[in-house]
Every structure is written in C-alpha cells, then in structure tokens.
C-alpha cells in the first residue's frame, strides 16, 4: 500500500520552468522505479520520464533535453524539472511508483502552459 502526493502543477507561460514533485509513503516500500506520465486534452496517456534502479533515466523524444528527473531515496520522492515549457506540454501530470511489482497512480495535477 503505497501513498502518493504531487505538487507544482500550476499555471506558467510559454518558455518557463515548471518543477513537480511527488513524494511516496507507506509501510512496505521497496520502490524500483518511479516515472512521470501525462495526458494532453483529447489524447491518450503517455510517458514522460523514468527513472528506475541505478539511477538510470529514459525520456520520450518530445522532451528534447527541457526535463529531467531526479529521485531522493529518502524521503522516497521523485521530481521532474521541466524548463523551456511549450504550449503542447499542458497536460495533467502523472506520478507512477512500482512498489513490490504493484504500480501505483498519483491522482495527476495540471500544467496548463499559455502561447
């Protein structure tokens, strides 16, 4: 049973920086992987970022080199520092943490990025 809490989603013009947070707890956790995910309006949800045991990343190619995501091993919590923000990045915000084998799902918090 894990628990999830997102913040920095918000409201930011186009070419600024946006950093979201989301910090994991429960009373078994043994997390591997963690990861960013995002549903633009009228589309699917898709990958953003991950980051799993090692320290390795993988981002999809629309990032182009404006995110990065990082992770603390304690507190358990893995960020996403977006820069160089575009219009097509507004989107709800997803954390994913893999506990145990067990996906779990943050309830998404908005980036809406203005022309």
């Known amino acids: 049973q894990v628990q999830l809490v997102e913040t920095g989603g918000g409201l930011v013009q186009a070419g600024g920086s946006l950093r979201l947070s989301c910090a994991a707890s429960?009373?078994?956790?043994?997390?591997?992987?963690m990861g960013w995910f995002r549903q633009a309006p009228g589309k699917q949800r898709e990958l953003v970022a991950t980051?799993?045991?090692?320290?390795?990343?993988n981002y999809a190619d629309f990032v182009k080199g404006r995110f990065t995501i990082s992770g603390d091993n304690a507190p358990n919590t893995v960020y996403l520092q977006m820069n160089s923000l575009k219009p097509e990045d507004t989107g709800v915000y997803y954390c994913?943490?893999?506990?145990?084998?067990?996906?779990?799902w943050g309830k998404g918090t908005l980036v809406t990025v203005s022309s």
């Open positions: 980051i799993a045991t090692g320290g390795s990343r």
């Open positions: 429960g009373s078994r956790l043994s997390i591997n992987f």
């Open positions: 994913n943490i893999r506990n145990l084998g067990m996906d779990y």
